[in-house]
């Protein structure tokens, strides 16, 4: 295993280990982070609107069709996309914070075997436990990190993405 097997496949380079070492994100580090999050934000505002305009819609259309007992049913039931729609559109409108936080100790990779609904099989993940921390990584990274040496992880507090990684049994 080498350093650069790890910049490859976690996408980062020298640089930026040593400002992550620091404490510090990077300027593109941190245009990576910020361009994921508005995709997200994005989607959960679209969400929000679009049920709450849905919900105001059937509002304006049955209320003037309905009796006032049927009005109030209808009333509550639209009630609740409102409600889904504000909780979305809050999401999608918050302002994210990226805290980089670092975990050290010895690297235990475990392969974790669920049932996928959605798929109808079973799948595999991998999970990487460093210290308390523990990250959901790629098979082909599985492959390069060594069980059983201690690694120094960077990664961001708020989604545990992993910024970079090194091995610090090996420079020692």
């Given at each position: 295993m080498n350093d650069q097997q790890l910049m490859n496949l976690f996408h980062f380079?020298?640089?930026?280990l040593n400002a992550n070492r620091n404490g510090?994100?990077?300027?593109?580090?941190l245009e990576d982070l910020k361009a994921g999050d508005a995709s997200a934000n994005l989607f959960s505002?679209?969400?929000g609107i679009a049920l709450i305009?849905?919900?105001?819609?059937?509002?304006?259309?049955l209320f003037p069709k309905l009796s006032f007992d049927a009005s109030l049913f209808g009333l509550a039931g639209c009630l609740a996309p409102i409600l889904i729609g504000a909780f979305f559109l809050r999401i999608g409108l918050r302002k994210s914070n990226f805290t980089l936080t670092k975990a050290e100790g010895k690297a235990n990779?475990?392969?974790?075997?669920?049932?996928?609904?959605?798929?109808?099989?079973?799948?595999?993940?991998y999970v990487l436990h460093v210290g308390d921390a523990s990250f959901e990584i790629e098979p082909e990274a599985a492959g390069v990190i060594m069980q059983g040496e201690k690694y120094a992880v960077y990664y961001v507090?708020?989604?545990?993405?992993?910024?970079?990684i090194e091995n610090i049994e090996q420079k020692q």
């Open positions: 380079d020298e640089s930026e510090t994100l990077t300027a593109r580090q505002r679209n969400v305009v849905g919900a105001l819609i059937g509002i304006a259309i990779i475990v392969i974790e075997n669920e049932h996928s609904a959605t798929l109808k099989r079973r799948v595999s993940k507090y708020e989604t545990d993405k992993i910024i970079s």
